[in-house]
């Protein structure tokens, strides 16, 4: 079966620190997301690609996150200077959306990476 | 606006028994889908089923069964025979508009002890 691939599982690190996170989609998805889970806010979209293209980063604060995806098959979510707060667990996930004429969406389910557990202490 | 709410946050059964996760979304888009996932306690998150909007049937899959009413916007979840394996947290997420990403709610926690 195709997976969501993310990397690393496991992330430690000092407050100030780069942070980067990896995601390789499954082959022929058009979408990926970045979500955020944490204990208090629960799971929250951070950004999210569509053919490649940022469609809506609102969710990250501006300031010290960036998301991108240099090519179809890796996404990246980078955070400079990382803080306390940031440890959660950031997963990325693809799927298939398609537009249709009217613009209204047929949203095939998403399918989500094991996720990077980070730390920063 | 568009909002999951999941008002069970922990359910706890013993096995053999049937349980029911709640689920009510508001939503102003016509065309919506709705999903739910698991997460067991290694943490990954697992689809368990999509559904759309234009389809009120509802779906049994194994122990598994769904009851979808758009006429109290719920989507409903009912585990039979419950197994100390279906223990995990269960999320009920909902998608619409063109953009396809998810809103979840909070999740349930079901324990299920033998």
């Known amino acids: 079966d195709a997976r969501v691939t993310q990397t690393p599982r496991h992330k430690v690190t000092e407050m100030g620190q780069e942070v980067t996170m990896r995601c390789q989609p499954i082959?022929?998805?058009?979408?990926v997301f970045w979500y955020r889970q944490t204990m208090m806010q629960g799971l929250e979209l951070l950004a999210y690609?569509?053919?490649?293209?940022?469609?809506?980063d609102s969710g990250m604060p501006k300031d010290r996150f960036s998301a991108e995806m240099p090519d179809a098959t890796l996404a990246t979510l980078k955070i400079q200077p990382s803080e306390p707060r940031d440890s959660a667990v950031y997963f990325c996930a693809s799927g298939l959306v398609f537009i249709q004429t009217d613009q209204r969406s047929i949203n095939q389910p998403q399918h989500f990476g094991d996720g990077t557990r980070l730390s920063i202490l | 606006a568009q909002k999951v709410t999941q008002a069970q946050t922990e359910i706890s059964v013993v096995e053999k028994e049937d349980v029911t996760l709640d689920c009510v979304y508001e939503t102003r888009d016509t065309t919506y889908y709705l999903f739910w996932y698991k997460q067991p306690p290694s943490g990954e998150l697992v689809f368990l089923i999509r559904?759309?909007?234009?389809?009120?049937q509802n779906e049994i899959s194994g122990r598994y069964s769904w009851n979808f009413q758009k006429s109290t916007s719920s989507f409903n979840f009912t585990i039979t025979a419950s197994q100390v394996v279906d223990s995990a947290v269960y999320f009920c997420?909902?998608?619409?508009?063109?953009?396809?990403?998810?809103?979840f709610g909070k999740g349930t926690k079901l324990s299920v002890k033998p």
């Open positions: 690609f569509r053919n490649r293209a940022p469609l809506d």
């Open positions: 082959l022929g998805h058009n979408t």
């Open positions: 997420a909902l998608s619409g508009g063109s953009q396809g990403n998810l809103i």
């Open positions: 559904r759309n909007s234009f389809d009120e």
